[in-house]
């Protein structure tokens, strides 16, 4: 990015992939600044003192347009959120919080795109999480990324990129947002004021991301996980009611059990092969895993986690939350044992 800013040569759009819990949100804020800044320092920073950078501190650039779904700039209240305000989706037939980017969200960025900046140098655009957009939603964007204006910057941010249109992928620079090394994690996390221990664990549960980490310190993940297990283990043989327990993943969140789901079978596999295995997504759990692991098939396992996977790519779409979770559920508790 300095680089290419010293040599007026921007990249129209950039890609900030990675899992959750890495802060590619902040570090979207961050090269938005960047960008609206008039007088970034000799170290490439924002200088935090000029009119766009006091403008973006206030919520108030003219030249930055951030587009969310509806139900993300409510639940999670920041800078990014306050800027998303400016495009609301359209209500008119559907009352319900949207979770996805919709159509006419991009058409106003689009239109709002088409004229010059207003006091910075360029116009800088986020979509977030890009890999929310509907599918009439991605085509309109195509439309901005095939023909984008001179004077702007398309910073897209998504958890799973391939959820994107190959087209809209390759239209863009990619930036792999990686964890950072486990030690530096670990210090970050302890000075947050987490017992070494528990950052361990915490460290462990979110594949080494630190916001995800603490963000699971602060909520209610580890009970609901808790559950979860209890769950999967009544399913099998033990009686439980795989439309209860769809209810009580809905309540917890559809994309946050289907996300562990795929994670403790992916255990399951790697302990199917080797039990010793290291990089467990559940590792506190290795003895509760193996008993599992030596009741079940293996290939019959693969497929499982295929179903997982594809429908957690079905979340945020037209097909019932409720639905789609007892439809996996169901499918687990008739996995053939051993």
């Known amino acids: 990015m300095r680089l290419a800013r010293e040599r007026a040569r921007l990249p129209h759009a950039l890609l900030l992939a990675g899992p959750k819990g890495l802060g590619k949100n902040a570090l979207a804020a961050w090269l938005a600044q960047l960008l609206l800044c008039a007088h970034p320092g000799a170290d490439h920073r924002p200088c935090g003192r000029c009119q766009g950078c006091t403008l973006y501190a ?27 305000l400016r495009y609301p989706p359209d209500k008119s037939k559907d009352s319900k919080d949207s979770t996805v980017i919709r159509i006419d969200q991009i058409r106003a960025l689009i239109e709002s795109s088409q004229t010059r900046p207003q006091i910075a140098a360029r116009k800088v655009l986020i979509l977030s999480p890009a890999d929310s957009l509907n599918v009439n939603a991605a085509n309109s964007l195509l439309k901005l990324l095939e023909e984008p204006p001179p004077d702007s910057t398309l910073l897209l941010v998504a958890d799973r990129p391939t959820r994107l249109p190959a087209t809209i992928r390759s239209r863009c620079v990619n930036v792999p947002v990686r964890a950072p090394e486990h030690g530096a994690a670990l210090a970050w996390l302890t000075a947050e004021g987490q017992a070494p221990a528990q950052a361990e664990l915490l460290l462990e549960l979110a594949a080494g991301a630190p916001l995800a980490a603490l963000a699971l310190a602060d909520g209610d993940y580890i009970a609901r996980r808790a559950q979860w297990m209890d769950d999967i283990e009544g399913l099998l043989g033990k009686g439980a009611d795989p439309v209860g327990c769809a209810a009580r993943w809905k309540s917890a969140g559809a994309e946050r059990g289907l996300a562990w789901l795929q994670g403790w079978v992916g255990d399951l596999i790697k302990l199917g092969f080797d039990p010793g295995a290291l990089g467990l997504f559940n590792p506190d759990a290795r003895a509760r895993l193996q008993a599992l692991r030596n009741r079940l098939h293996l290939n019959r396992l693969f497929e499982f986690l295929e179903l997982v996977a594809a429908s957690r790519n079905l979340l945020g779409g037209p097909l019932d939350e409720q639905l789609l979770l007892e439809d996996v559920l169901i499918q687990w508790s008739r996995l053939p044992r051993t």
């Open 58 to 84: 206030a919520g108030s650039h003219p030249d930055l347009h951030v587009v969310q779904p509806e139900a993300v700039y409510k639940s999670t209240p920041g800078l990014l959120a306050q800027y998303a």
